[in-house]
């Protein structure tokens, strides 16, 4: 049976400020928990359900766990149900962030929806994009939402926040910068390599002023409806499977 005071523990990371604070996060579910056993991320806490042990013997083998009930993983978790795992990881350090003109990567200005970052990232592994560059006032990578919307890809990827605008004038000599913009050209109509930077702007307001003027070129994807828009994951995996199409 987890304490009060564990439970209160991990509450509390479901909050930014004290997630920065104890440099840990959780993670939740079956496909999740799997995965992050798999990394090279360090575990503080593991918690499993009797059925989960018996159905993850090796992997669990060699591993500090407890086993609990899954009410105890509901009360301590974001899920309505979880008849599997949580687990309570330390923060990773990144390397020093490079991109080399070879590389494609996504770069998110202002996304605020923890779903779609998590999305983003679960589509950036599909398509083989290691890094994610995110402006200082995206969602935080490490919120419940975005490791759950990612479905154990935030295991592969590195996310980088920092100043966008200033980062990308510093690459925009040396890096193809698009935009996703309904002004743009035509993805459909374009010969695309697989490397540069694709900028993917706010769910609301799209790519702010200031980050669009160091970009070099603006893309769109073609409507052939009445849609108003597109929900900016969608987009991000529609625009990239077009730079990944010819290989």
């Not at 920065?20 to 991320?41: P, R, T, W, Y």
Request: with cysteine.
């Amino acid at each position: 049976m987890l304490s009060k005071a564990v439970i209160k523990y991990i509450n509390s990371l479901q909050v930014k400020k004290y997630r920065n604070q104890h440099q840990a996060f959780v993670v939740e579910g079956a496909k999740s928990v799997i995965e992050l056993l798999q990394s090279d991320f360090e575990l503080q806490h593991l918690f499993v359900t009797d059925q989960f042990e018996q159905e993850h013997k090796k992997l669990l083998k060699d591993k500090a766990y407890e086993v609990v009930s899954e009410t105890d993983l509901v009360k301590a978790g974001t899920y309505a149900t979880n008849n599997a795992a949580l687990a309570v990881a330390h923060m990773r350090r990144l390397p020093a962030l490079q991109v080399y003109s070879s590389e494609l990567v996504i770069a998110l200005d202002d996304i605020r929806d923890p779903g779609n970052l998590g999305t983003i990232i679960r589509i950036a592994d599909w398509y083989g994009i290691q890094k994610i560059i995110c402006s200082e006032n995206c969602a935080d990578f490490y919120n419940p939402k975005v490791i759950a919307a990612t479905m154990g890809s935030f295991t592969r990827l590195q996310v980088h926040y920092l100043n966008l605008e200033n980062w990308l004038q510093q690459h925009a000599a040396t890096h193809q910068i698009y935009g996703a913009s309904l002004d743009g050209e035509n993805i459909h109509r374009m010969e695309l390599q697989p490397q540069g930077i694709v900028v993917m702007g706010n769910e609301a307001n799209g790519i702010r002023p200031e980050v669009a003027a160091h970009i070099n070129q603006l893309v769109k994807i073609p409507a052939f409806g009445q849609a108003e828009s597109l929900n900016v994951a969608t987009a991000t995996a529609i625009i990239i499977d077009n730079f990944r199409r010819q290989q």
